[in-house]
């Protein structure tokens, strides 16, 4: 017989496979077969996972069950029960490393699309516009690989789209998020989200995109720097509890997954649609910092590129392809 189990080393098969059999024994022979090593082998693959904090319980008679697990973002606990096609077939984790989109964009040319790359920190998180995205382990640090057909000019739509899928993500937990040009995602107007959008390319020809995404999920607030506290929140501030991280992952790559097949095989009218239906940026006045200048304006609206419409104090209407927006109180 068969066990329900995917890809990986064999400690990470052996753990899918528990996972995928919560609930239920899976036989120690049974394990050994599927994975053609001994029984004394998938015990010592067994007290591995113990020592990462895995609990699983044995008998002699019917074998190994898993009962509870550590908050980690481990692939075997992602892929087991992942309902997507590409997004999250193959993940790439790590305990610390420097950004998790400079490893995405150093593999990007070698890897299938909708690989991910995740940490539980970053030392060197990179945030947009050149600045530090403060990673500790309790966040969400993922990066996604993508590889859409379509001129470099319209890459600012894959970020867009990615803000759909967190915010619905983040709905899906019972949150009001909404999303603040071109890429933040808020709760009760605090940033609880960034994405950060790199890409590869040629002349006419996107050969790769990063999308990098940073969810302050399971992180105190207090421990965010001063200058942060009043403008940030996390996910576990706004519920009062933590959340199972691995279901936010899993929800998050289903929602990317769809709403990337959707643009690809029906355009970017309906993603942008909704990001317009959850934009918390749409009538708001606001301050727009370019590289080159600032501009002060009401924002009446997004082009179906995602670049945001101003409409200044002269009742001019300016398009703003790529900036920092800032909401004005009125
Ligand atoms: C922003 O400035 O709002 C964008 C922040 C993006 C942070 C994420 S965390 C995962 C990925 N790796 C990085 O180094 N940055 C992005």
Avoid at 70 to 79: C, N, R, S, T
Avoid at 105 to 110: E, F, I, L, P, Q
Avoid at 305 to 327: F, Q, S, W, Y
Wanted: include cysteine.
């Amino acid at each position: 017989m068969k066990i329900k189990g995917k890809t990986g080393t064999i400690k990470d098969k052996i753990l899918e496979n528990l996972i995928l059999n919560r609930g239920k024994y899976v036989s120690g022979e049974m394990l050994a077969s599927e994975h053609s090593v001994s029984r004394a082998a998938i015990w010592k693959h067994v007290q591995a996972l113990r020592d990462e904090g895995y609990m699983i319980k044995s008998s002699t008679k019917e074998g190994y069950t898993i009962v509870g697990s550590p908050d980690v973002l481990a692939p075997a606990e992602i892929k087991a029960g992942l309902k997507t096609r590409m997004m999250g077939k193959n993940i790439h984790y790590f305990k610390e490393t420097e950004s998790t989109n400079i490893l995405a964009r150093d593999m990007a040319g070698s890897v299938e699309e909708g690989t991910v790359v995740i940490a539980e920190s970053q030392t060197g998180g990179r945030g947009r516009m050149g600045r530090k995205w403060i990673s500790p382990e309790g966040g969400i640090w993922l990066s996604v690989v993508l590889k859409p057909r379509m001129q470099p000019l319209h890459a600012p739509r894959i970020t867009l789209l990615a803000g759909v899928a967190v915010a619905k993500t983040i709905r899906e937990f019972g949150l009001p998020a909404k999303i603040k040009w071109p890429n933040d995602v808020l709760i009760n107007g605090k940033k609880v989200c960034g994405i950060l959008t790199e890409i590869g390319a040629e002349m006419d020809s996107i050969q790769y995109v990063v999308v990098g995404v940073g969810i302050d999920a399971n992180v105190d607030t207090e421990t965010f720097p001063e200058e942060f506290r009043d403008t940030s929140t996390s996910l576990k501030n706004e519920l009062g509890c933590d959340i199972n991280r691995v279901e936010f992952v899993q929800k998050l790559l289903v929602e990317l997954e769809a709403l990337y097949l959707k643009f690809q095989n029906e355009g970017f009218t309906s993603i942008i649609e909704e990001w317009r239906m959850m934009s918390a940026t749409i009538g708001e006045w606001v301050k727009i910092t370019t590289q080159s200048r600032i501009m002060y304006g009401e924002a009446v609206g997004v082009d179906s590129d995602g670049a945001l419409i101003l409409e200044t104090g002269e009742g001019r209407l300016e398009k703003i392809v790529a900036g920092n927006c800032e909401h004005l109180r009125r």
